[in-house]
């Protein structure tokens, strides 16, 4: 809720997965209840047809904690961003540790250059503080997310 009150106050266009999930409910909510612009992809869409909409709609793409979709969803775009010039941000939102032991792999396997350094793949935030960094790094207003 924190983070979608964030975006809607900053007027970011936040573009999101429609599912049931109470974290994305949370996330609508907040965005909403501060006038933000919200649009949802919804799930009877192709796989191929949400991850494009996603990618050309996106300046800044966010993953909070989810299953096995949300992981096949990071995991493309990691790679897609590899292969083009005009590369995304890409932030990994890290709530209470959910991550960490997908991060620490991440480390493990660049450290025998299977990967790219996480750090030029990916900015992990763990708190309201690292998203406002990053996103005031970033833009401002009316940029999408």
């Known amino acids: ?4 009150s964030f975006l809607g106050k900053k007027k970011f266009n936040t573009i999101c997965f429609k599912n049931n999930s109470a974290i994305c409910s949370a996330l609508i909510e907040g ?5 933000g612009f919200f649009k ?5 869409t192709a796989k191929i047809t949400q991850n494009k909409l996603i990618f050309e709609n996106s300046d800044v793409l966010c993953f909070l904690p989810g299953g096995f979709n949300t992981l096949n969803d990071l995991l493309f775009f990691i790679d897609l961003n590899k292969t083009i010039n005009n590369k995304k941000t890409i932030i990994i939102i890290d709530i209470m540790n959910y991550y960490s032991n997908l991060l620490n ?3 493990e396997i660049s450290l025998i250059n299977m990967i790219y350094p996480p750090s030029e793949l990916f900015c992990i935030a763990r708190s309201m503080h690292d998203l406002e960094h990053f996103f005031n790094l970033s833009n401002s207003a009316g940029q999408n997310v």
Not at 31 to 35: K, P, R
Not at 40 to 44: L, R
């Open 40 to 44: 949802a992809i919804h799930s009877d």
């Open 31 to 35: 965005v909403e209840s501060n006038q």
């Open 105 to 107: 792999w991440f480390e």
């Open 1 to 4: 809720f924190n983070f979608g």
